[in-house]
């Protein structure tokens, strides 16, 4: 069965990164067939994508956040990292790393979420 | 791109049948047939429910299904049931964008 979990600090001061590692077990991250990404959630307001990758690197990130985000895939450890700078109060939110299945339609979709990690508060405070 | 509309909250008792909204454009969920649900109890990762408009992942009860007509996507639960009590998530493909976009939300209460 495969897992994810999340790992890193819960509480990162503003203005500084916010970095998260998504440790995936029970499959290979090298698979052909998924995207590996992050969704985030704000206390009592919906979801958000934040960004995907694929295996060998290619990433998609959203457009809002692009100027301040990484995410790097590392197949050695089974394992795919976000890493967002320059953070304020509104990055507070619950993240969740999470597997998609991509398609190809009038262009690549990161597609269903059929697993997520249980997902980790970040909260943006001195 | 805009968030996907759904209704803030809905209701019904135990039994009955809800059907929830999902309305976008033609540039995402009426164009294309990649509407997926998720189901989020509080304090827990969302769940898989509906993909692709109407399939339904392996475990997954078929109580919950989905349509669409037009811009609109639907999910109806049926037989509902006090563990259906949970907020609830469409998504779906848009023109432009590689991660789609999903909708606000909406509030399930089971009477």
């Known amino acids: 069965q495969l897992q994810l979990q999340e790992s890193g600090p819960g509480l990162v001061k503003p203005s500084e990164t916010l970095s998260l590692t998504c440790t995936v077990s029970?499959?290979?991250?090298?698979?052909?067939?998924?995207?590996w990404g992050w969704i985030r959630q704000p206390p009592g307001k919906g979801l958000e994508w934040i960004g995907s990758?694929?295996?060998?690197?290619?990433?998609y990130y959203n457009p809002s956040l692009k100027s301040r985000l990484t995410i790097s895939v590392d197949t050695s450890k089974n394992q795919f990292s976000l890493k967002l700078s320059s953070v304020t109060a509104a990055d507070t939110a619950v993240y969740y790393c999470?597997?998609?299945?991509?398609?190809?339609?009038?262009?690549?979709?990161?597609?269903?979420?059929?697993?997520w990690g249980q997902g980790t508060l970040v909260t943006v405070s001195s | 791109q805009s968030a996907l509309t759904q209704p803030a909250s809905v209701s019904g008792s135990p039994g009955q049948s809800i059907t929830i909204s999902c309305t976008g454009t033609?540039?995402?969920?009426?164009?294309?047939?990649?509407v997926s649900w998720y189901q989020q109890h509080p304090g827990k990762a969302p769940k898989l429910m509906i993909y692709?408009?109407?399939n339904r992942p392996s475990g997954v009860s078929n109580r919950f299904s989905g349509s669409k007509s037009g811009n609109t996507a639907s999910l109806t639960i049926s037989g509902l049931q006090a563990e259906d009590e949970a907020d609830y998530y469409c998504s779906s493909y848009t023109i432009g964008s590689t991660l789609g976009v999903f909708g606000g939300g909406t509030k399930l209460t089971v009477l």
């Open positions: 692709d408009v109407s």
């Open positions: 990758s694929y295996y060998s690197g290619s990433t």
């Open positions: 033609s540039s995402d969920v009426g164009g294309y047939n990649y």
């Open positions: 999470a597997r998609s299945h991509p398609v190809y339609s009038s262009g690549w979709y990161v597609g269903r979420v059929d697993y």
């Open positions: 029970g499959g290979s991250i090298s698979s052909s067939s998924y995207y």
